[in-house]
């Protein structure tokens, strides 16, 4: 269910995870552990820094680290800037008049796996993936 992006960007923060306090990453050494493109990884992580679960530093010893304790990430704080999952509120097959009062044939259906899928991302954390 999650996009290659989203998959990509939380395995690099799992790795940012496991740096010792002070210590910082280069996106060079992110991206090739993770097998990703550079660049693209590059451009990621800097959206996160605005966002404020990464920070970077320029220079010598420098690279990425995370702003947060990783116990204090969820998934879908990595997830909803990529996904915009938290606007999963529409019909799940279109239909303008759907609601809880006049639904439409998935309606419960597809609300309660939304609830446990946004759930899941909202209740794991990055330091519990990193095992």
């Not at 008049?97 to 990055?126: G, M, R």
Request: positive net charge.
């Amino acid at each position: 269910m999650l996009t290659k992006t989203s998959k990509q960007v939380i395995n690099a923060l799992v790795k940012l995870a496991k740096l010792e306090e002070g210590e910082w990453l280069g996106v060079g050494a992110i991206a090739q552990q993770i097998k990703v493109p550079q660049n693209y990884l590059g451009k990621m992580l800097q959206s996160f820094v605005v966002a404020g679960l990464v920070v970077s530093q320029k220079g010598l010893g420098g690279g990425f680290r995370l702003a947060k304790d990783p116990k204090e990430i969820s998934l879908f704080d990595v997830v909803e800037p990529i996904e915009n999952v938290d606007v999963w509120s529409g019909c799940a097959l279109g239909l303008k008049k759907c609601s809880d009062k006049n639904p439409c044939a998935v309606h419960f259906k597809w609300k309660t796996v939304k609830e446990q899928y946004l759930s899941f991302l909202k209740n794991t954390t990055i330091a519990s993936l990193d095992k």
